[in-house]
């Protein structure tokens, strides 16, 4: 029989052990990037839409298995267990290193860069953070060969956060493509002080206006953006989605740099003159 003192020991390292198993059993239950499979075949699957991405000199294509299309654009919620397939290539550059485009003014496809997947299963959204969590669906990021993307993954916070602004269509940005629903490229504005974020691009890339103007940025993309100026202060627009607009007023002369702060390598310059 044990004394009084073994008896708090061994309670102790009983504790402790069912305290450590515990700690594995949550990092074993804990979903991520690792959890989301390399989609083989995807290529066989129904590509619904296609996108040029200026930014990053990319053409890309999404896919996902006929059966999930065809529910979805039978008016039906994804079904748990889609998965959404994106595949990225570089862009064919001519002999200045611009894109070249197709007849529809789209980029032409070059090598491949990497697939980029999202799936929704059942209580996945539970190892996510309530302030970016996604609903059920997760991320992962491979390289061609598929094999894991691991700076990617590394980063797979950025993944969500482009995609929360989307909730209420479930997170999926390209859903008026899946659903067959998306229409025609929007107008782009114009005018002063104005700046039309098309085709994850600025429009002017540099705008002049005078002291104490305003500037009017107009989302014409299925992507959402966010403007980020860069300097002493950094000062951040709401997010932006398809057709929303948002403006900052400008006070003091001088130049002043910013980049989308969902993306980038989106670029733009302003000049504030008196």
């Not at 889609?82 to 003014?105: C, H, W, Y």
């Not at 039309?196 to 305003?214: C, D, M, N, R, S």
Request: aromatic share 8%; glycine share 10%; with cysteine.
């Amino acid at each position: 029989p044990m004394d009084a003192r073994s008896k708090i020991l061994w309670s102790a390292a009983a504790a402790a052990a069912a305290t450590a198993t515990a700690g594995v059993l949550m990092a074993q239950a804990t979903v991520g990037p690792k959890d989301v499979a390399f989609p083989t075949g995807w290529e066989k699957w129904q590509r619904y839409q296609i996108v040029s991405r200026h930014d990053t000199k990319q053409y890309r294509e999404l896919y996902a298995k006929p059966e999930i299309v065809q529910a979805v654009r039978e008016g039906k919620p994804i079904p748990e267990g889609a998965v959404l397939a994106m595949a990225i290539f570089s862009a064919q550059v001519d002999a200045n290193g611009k894109p070249t485009r197709d007849a529809e003014g789209r980029f032409m496809k070059g090598k491949p860069i990497g697939v980029t997947v999202m799936e929704k299963r059942k209580g996945w959204g539970a190892s996510v953070p309530a302030q970016w969590r996604n609903g059920d669906w997760q991320y992962a990021s491979y390289m061609a060969d598929g094999k894991p993307n691991e700076k990617a993954n590394a980063n797979i916070k950025a993944c969500f956060e482009c995609h929360l602004p989307h909730a209420k269509q479930d997170f999926v940005i390209s859903l008026a493509g899946l659903s067959g629903t998306a229409l025609g490229a929007a107008s782009k504005p114009s005018g002063p002080g104005t700046v039309a974020i098309a085709e994850f691009l600025f429009g002017p890339e540099k705008i002049t206006v005078k002291q104490g103007q305003a500037i009017t940025w107009t989302n014409v993309d299925d992507s959402p953006h966010q403007v980020t100026v860069q300097g002493a202060t950094t000062l951040r627009t709401p997010v932006v989605l398809k057709g929303q607009s948002t403006a900052l007023q400008f006070n003091d002369v001088g130049s002043y740099g910013y980049i989308c702060g969902l993306h980038p390598q989106m670029k733009g310059q302003i000049e504030v003159v008196k």
